[in-house]
């Protein structure tokens, strides 16, 4: 039940923003053009610094070790940083539940009024090693959430990647457009 209700409050959060992410067979895809693997995050009013400023804030409260996470870094252009998600999600494998962790790299590259998001790299393996889940494949080569032909076999898991992401999206969209003010207190 509680898995249930955290997939549907992520998917209404997620709902506001009109760019989205999708899980295709291929990886992921932007929801309104399979065929990119990015999105546009619009930030009227905002230069390039700006956005890249916000997004530097944004990595400096996120991330235990922000200094640790950014892999490059060009001031006022672009930025790409690593991601480790343990307890990413879970796939219901024969009955059992198996944990399972996620690495990834975003880039982020700006310019004035727009920041181009993308998920670069993506892997998510089992916490207990061995099979990792896989956008498309075989039964007997990990967790695929759909066959070698397209057909979708997990669907939730497909739902959890999606809402994780498109979340993550949000919430840096909400840094660049500066509407995470925490200065209330």
Same mark, same amino acid.
């Given at each position: 039940?509680?898995?249930?209700?955290?997939?549907?409050?992520? =998917?209404?959060?997620?709902? #506001?923003?009109?760019?989205?992410?999708?899980?295709?067979?291929?990886?992921?895809? !932007?929801?309104?053009?399979?065929?990119?693997?990015?999105? +546009?995050?619009?930030?009227?009013?905002?230069?390039?610094?700006?956005?890249?400023?916000?997004?530097?804030?944004?990595?400096?409260?996120?991330?235990? !070790?922000?200094?640790?996470?950014?892999? =490059?870094?060009?001031?006022? /252009?672009?930025?790409?940083?690593?991601?480790?998600?343990?307890?990413?999600?879970?796939?219901?494998?024969?009955? #059992?539940?198996?944990?399972?962790? #996620?690495?990834?790299?975003?880039?982020?590259?700006? @310019?004035?009024?727009?920041?181009?998001?993308?998920? +670069?790299?993506? /892997?998510?393996? #089992?916490?207990?090693?061995?099979?990792?889940?896989?956008?498309?494949? =075989?039964?007997?080569?990990?967790?695929?959430?759909? !066959?070698?032909?397209?057909?979708?076999?997990?669907?939730?898991?497909?739902? /959890?990647? /999606?809402?994780?992401?498109?979340?993550?999206?949000?919430?840096?969209?909400?840094?660049?457009?500066? @509407?995470?003010?925490?200065?209330?207190?």
């Amino acid at each position: 039940m509680k898995r249930i209700l955290t997939i549907f409050l992520l =998917g209404i959060c997620t709902l #506001a923003y009109s760019q989205n992410l999708t899980v295709t067979p291929n990886g992921l895809a !932007n929801k309104n053009d399979n065929s990119k693997t990015f999105i +546009v995050i619009n930030a009227e009013g905002k230069t390039a610094l700006q956005l890249y400023n916000n997004t530097l804030k944004f990595i400096n409260k996120t991330y235990k !070790n922000p200094e640790k996470v950014i892999k =490059g870094d060009i001031k006022g /252009e672009y930025l790409k940083f690593d991601t480790h998600v343990s307890n990413f999600l879970t796939v219901n494998n024969s009955g #059992a539940n198996i944990s399972i962790n #996620a690495n990834y790299t975003i880039e982020l590259n700006f @310019k004035n009024d727009r920041a181009k998001f993308e998920i +670069v790299t993506l /892997e998510m393996p #089992a916490q207990s090693g061995g099979y990792s889940v896989l956008f498309s494949g =075989g039964a007997f080569s990990g967790y695929p959430i759909y !066959n070698k032909k397209g057909a979708l076999k997990r669907p939730d898991t497909k739902a /959890e990647i /999606e809402n994780y992401f498109n979340t993550l999206i949000k919430s840096i969209s909400d840094y660049l457009q500066e @509407k995470n003010s925490d200065d209330n207190w």
